[in-house]
């Protein structure tokens, strides 16, 4: 049974919510659009015969919206959590996914060949050289690697966007730093083919995005401890003024970055 966190903050109506969260912290995230999962699986000419490994896969959202474009998926992720968040997912959307804990420098050679290995949120966290070096051992000739991340458009979403950013970095410890895709690949047998980028504005409540905070692994409830709430309300305030009812306009961009393996 996962923990359970519960959250009392003060409101600006000055009513106290609770919040129940089991951990589930990605549903809060930005979601990938699903435009995006087609135009890929069309640029890399997937089909059911092809074989996906996710890396990271976290709570399955990358792995799950290329379940209709490929024959089998395989997750891989080091925290149990997220895993059981994913298998859950799985069984609810009746989904076949084989995943394993681990890291990538831990996947066993009898998983070759792998068609398209597929990395979201994850880049950040891999250990380039041992990973790099995996993919060489697994994936096919001609196969392809995605580097993807779907995130809020700060320059389009407004003022609260950049606020909502500085205010969790004035929070955030050992800030992780992304590599470009092409600089995590360069030396690789994999040559970059081309990238894909889909934008979706929509309405997001306040205390949506407070939560989505509790997902970035530098904010996590593990890290920020009894500073939790006073990082919450901080973020909510950042955020509130430029609210209507509660909800902000958000504009989310997801794109990647596509390589294929020569030969």
Not at 64 to 88: H, N, Q, Y
Request: glycine residues 8%; charged residues 20%; proline residues 6%.
């Amino acid at each position: 049974m996962q923990p359970t966190l519960i959250i009392m903050t003060n409101h600006m109506s000055g009513h106290f919510l609770r919040h129940h969260i089991e951990g589930q912290y990605w549903q809060y995230r930005e979601p990938y659009l699903p435009k995006f999962f087609s135009s890929a699986a069309e640029a890399m000419g997937l089909s059911h015969a092809h074989r996906l490994l996710d890396i990271g896969c976290g709570g399955g959202a990358v792995a799950f919206g290329f379940a209709p474009f490929v024959g089998s998926i395989i997750g891989v992720d080091i925290d149990e959590r997220a895993l059981a968040v994913a298998r859950t997912e799985a069984e609810r959307s009746n989904l076949k996914v084989d995943f394993i804990r681990g890291g990538p420098e831990d996947l066993p050679d009898h998983l070759a060949p792998i068609d398209v290995v597929t990395i979201g949120r994850a880049l950040a966290y891999l250990p380039r050289e041992a990973t790099l070096a995996r993919f060489e051992r697994l994936v096919s000739p001609g196969g392809h690697v995605l580097i993807c991340e779907t995130t809020t458009h700060d320059g389009l979403s407004g003022s609260w966007a950049v606020a909502y950013r500085l205010t969790r970095r004035r929070w955030a410890k050992d800030q992780p730093r992304f590599p470009r895709p092409q600089v995590f690949m360069d030396g690789s047998p994999f040559l970059f083919k081309t990238a894909v980028a889909m934008r979706r504005s929509r309405q997001v409540s306040v205390e949506d995005l407070v939560l989505r905070t509790l997902a970035f692994a530098p904010t996590t409830p593990d890290i920020l401890g009894p500073k939790t709430e006073a990082f919450l309300q901080d973020v909510r305030d950042a955020i509130s003024p430029d609210a209507v009812d509660g909800m902000l306009t958000e504009v989310i961009q997801t794109s990647g970055s596509i390589f294929q393996r020569k030969g």
